[in-house]
T-cell receptor, first 112, second 111 residues
């Protein structure tokens, strides 16, 4: 089954403790991206990748890192999480730039 | 600048129709529409790539007026399963597959 898999689904952590949210897609898609969704602010872009080793910032990249060492994986790294990064995170992939986005099921992160 | 959607929320009875509008102050080269149910990921509905294009899927269709920088989503004879939040989105130029999403329209269909 074609899918984007994010893990974990829920994560509660403390300020400053490094964490990684994994994202993997099995559709051989070139493009991958990360969004965060907050009430009243909608979906906002964090980082995107156009191919292996090609990544760039979206609108709200501060406090996040990404890597794309393999085509299928696009992890989101929070080196030193802070409470303002409490949010619902979505990974998405697409075949081409103008193709539909396939979203993962989301990761609800709480930083205390 | 994110696209602006209207209305922000709408309540319908089953079988009624609804229109959701999306407009942008920037040029719109294409428009995506997604639906998100509570607690779930957004799900793709359709893309309109060209001005004047209209698309339909079941009883949900959309139009795209490139000159007016607007798109509309039409839900006909709504069903309970149509409930959710609808987002329009436009590609970010030179930014991979990044989309700028509108603020969303919350649609509730009641029996």
């Amino acid at each position: 089954e074609a899918q984007v898999t994010q893990n974990p689904r829920y994560l509660i952590t403390v300020t400053g403790k490094k964490l990684t949210v994994t994202c993997s897609q099995n559709m051989n898609h070139e493009y991958m991206s990360w969004y965060r969704q907050d009430p009243g602010l909608g979906l906002r872009q964090i980082y995107y990748s156009m191919n292996v080793e090609v990544t760039d910032k979206g609108d709200v990249p501060e406090g996040y890192k990404v890597s794309r060492k393999e085509k299928r994986n696009f992890p989101l790294i929070l080196e030193s999480p802070s409470p303002n990064q409490t949010s619902l995170y979505f990974c998405a992939s697409s075949e081409r730039r103008e193709s539909p986005l396939h979203f993962g099921n989301g990761t609800r992160l709480t930083v205390t | 600048q994110q696209p602006v959607q209207s209305p922000q929320a709408v309540i319908l009875r089953e079988g009624e129709d609804a229109v959701i509008n999306c407009s942008s102050s920037k040029a719109l080269y294409s428009v995506h529409w997604y639906r998100q149910k509570h607690g779930e990921a957004p799900v793709f509905l359709m893309i309109l790539l060209k001005g004047g294009e209209q698309k339909g899927h079941d009883k949900i269709s959309a139009s795209f007026n490139e000159k007016k920088q607007q798109s509309s989503l039409y839900l006909t004879a709504s069903q309970l399963s149509y409930s959710g939040t609808y987002f329009c989105a436009s590609p970010v130029p030179s930014a991979g597959n990044m989309l700028t999403f509108g603020g969303g329209t919350r649609l509730m269909v009641k029996p």
